[in-house]
């Protein structure tokens, strides 16, 4: 079972960056970053594929970076430019590949960290 915990949330003003931390304790999952607005649905951000290979929402694709540091078992998102519309509680989720339903669909994912939030001021 695996148990996860976001940091690194905060407030910035539009064109600034942040880095989320994601501590893990698990083997080997599908590891996914979201996010949900208010009042708005959660949407995947980024995830590592089942090869390894980083995909992106495409609103934010060139602008954020996954990137997973299996021996001290933390997951990073670095958000550079950031745009108002990126503001919303963040969350890593951890899946088992018996689970696939697609990278960026919540049902993949059976574990959830309780979110940091991240606020971009224009």
């Known amino acids: 079972q695996a148990q996860l915990v976001e940091s690194g949330g905060g407030s910035v003003q539009a064109g600034g960056s942040l880095r989320l931390s994601c501590g893990y304790t698990?083997?080997?999952?599908?590891m996914a970053w979201f996010r949900q607005a208010p009042g708005k649905g959660r949407e995947g951000v980024a995830a590592f594929t089942g090869a390894g290979v980083d995909t992106y929402r495409g609103s934010v694709s060139g602008r954020f970076t996954i990137a997973r540091d299996d021996a001290a078992n933390t997951l990073y998102l670095q958000m550079n430019n950031l745009k108002s519309e990126d503001t919303a509680v963040y969350y890593c989720?951890?899946?088992?590949?018996?689970?696939?339903?697609?990278?960026?669909?919540?049902?993949?994912?059976?574990?959830w960290g309780q979110g940091t939030q991240v606020t971009v001021s224009s």
């Open positions: 989720a951890a899946g088992d590949p018996k689970d696939y339903m697609g990278y960026f669909n919540p049902s993949t994912y059976k574990y």
């Open positions: 698990t083997g080997r999952y599908y």
